[in-house]
């Protein structure tokens, strides 16, 4: 008989079981560098639903979160635009590391160390249900994508290209 992978437990698989959330796991075997071309690949899943968790930074050096399909890159400048600041751009992955609690390749807007602004892709919001990370590398939930604005009060933003 096959062993299952040991899920971690993690500060957003924690949150999400606290909080009632309706959602599955899915482990995969981490691709370092994979990214959601390796995740959606590994659980049979389209890439369009896979959901990057990326923090960014303003002008000021204050960090936020955007989360985005897989396929698709964050604009920057639009973003920067649509929150009214003159710039934006990805944290360094130590300062990313440090503001979420997370290793990147494993972040997840679920339960992270420092509280920070939410901003979702809205087109994000109209699909049926995302895979997105649960905290640690290797390990995916699927869920219905209106936990994004219930849970995180996420604000919609239209910055894919």
Known sequence: MARRPKIPSTPALRLLSKRGV??????YD???HGGSAASSLA???DEHHVVKTLIFEDAERSPLIILMHGDRSV?????AR???TRSTRPCDPKVAEKHSGYRVG???PFG???RMPVYVERSILALPKIWINGGARGVLVSLDPQILTQLLDATPVDVAR
């Not at 604009?75 to 973003?79: I, V």
């Open 82 to 84: 649509q929150l009214g």
């Open 22 to 27: 309706a959602f599955e796991l899915h482990p």
């Open 106 to 108: 494993g972040t997840s």
């Open 75 to 79: 604009s920057a400048k639009e973003l």
């Open 30 to 32: 981490y691709v370092e």
């Open 43 to 45: 659980l049979g899943v």
């Open 112 to 114: 992270v160390r420092k």
